[in-house]
């Protein structure tokens, strides 16, 4: 178990929907990140936030949005879904302001199916 | 910009054989490099890292040694077991990437799987 919780685990809608995806971060950690894991395009890093302001972006698409809270949990919005966007969304989360020789810790994901 | 390359799988072996998985990568400065392993249904976990030019790291009989000559970090291990199936990313970090103190870039995986 690495200490980060992430829910639903799975989440089928229609194209066109709007989804939350929401993520508890270890204890301690200040630092969220987002990545998005398809088959063809791998794992992707979407965004990164520390200690509740945005530090990063990476290829997260203008529908997508995120934040995280002062409790440090941390939303993924998806909106105006298509097919495509069915992926493995992870979270993983670390202590400090990013990952420069520091280890992230993830969560199991949340299988998102869109059809 | 900054990228991973790695062996595309799957790779198959059978119990006790020899692990070689290849990974090169390109980054401005000097990346920190990690091997994560994911196994079924599961997150990503790390594996083991290094972070500075002839490092090695090890973990559960896995090793890596930081090649900046040749810019790799192949993964080996001696004997495999059953229980190494699984999916292995190479992923760097490397410094002030996107305005954050590193980010992981990760290659897109192989998976191993192991034969009793």
């Known amino acids: 178990d690495s200490g980060v919780t992430q829910t639903p685990k799975h989440l089928i809608t229609a194209t066109g929907q709007r989804v939350t995806l929401r993520c508890s971060p270890r204890?301690?950690?200040?630092?969220v990140y987002w990545y998005q894991q398809s088959l063809d395009q791998g794992l992707q890093f979407l965004i990164h936030?520390?200690?509740?302001?945005?530090?990063a972006k990476g290829n997260i698409l203008e529908r997508f949005s995120a934040q995280q809270f002062p409790d440090l949990h941390s939303e993924l919005n998806l909106s105006s879904l298509e097919l495509g966007d069915s992926a493995l969304y992870f979270c993983?989360?670390?202590?400090?302001?990013?990952?420069?020789?520091?280890?992230?810790?993830f969560g199991q994901g949340t299988r998102l199916t869109v059809v | 910009g900054n990228s991973v390359t790695q062996m595309e799988g799957p790779v198959t072996l059978s119990e006790e054989a020899f692990l070689t998985i290849n990974c090169t990568y390109t980054?401005?400065?000097?990346?920190?490099l990690f091997w994560y392993v994911q196994y079924p249904g599961e997150g990503l976990q790390l594996l083991l890292k290094a972070t500075k030019a002839d490092d090695k790291g090890s973990n559960k009989g896995f090793e890596a040694t930081y090649r900046k000559e040749t810019t790799s970090f192949h993964l080996e291990k001696g004997s495999v077991q059953v229980s190494d199936s699984a999916v292995y990313f190479c992923?760097?970090?490397?410094?002030?990437?996107?305005?954050?103190?590193?980010?992981?870039?990760f290659g897109k995986g192989t998976k191993l799987s192991v034969k009793p």
């Open positions: 936030y520390y200690n509740g302001e945005e530090r």
């Open positions: 204890s301690g950690d200040l630092s």
């Open positions: 993983a989360s670390s202590v400090g302001q990013g990952l420069q020789g520091a280890e992230a810790f």
């Open positions: 980054a401005t400065g000097y990346p920190s």
């Open positions: 992923a760097l970090s490397a410094q002030n990437y996107g305005g954050s103190q590193g980010n992981l870039i």
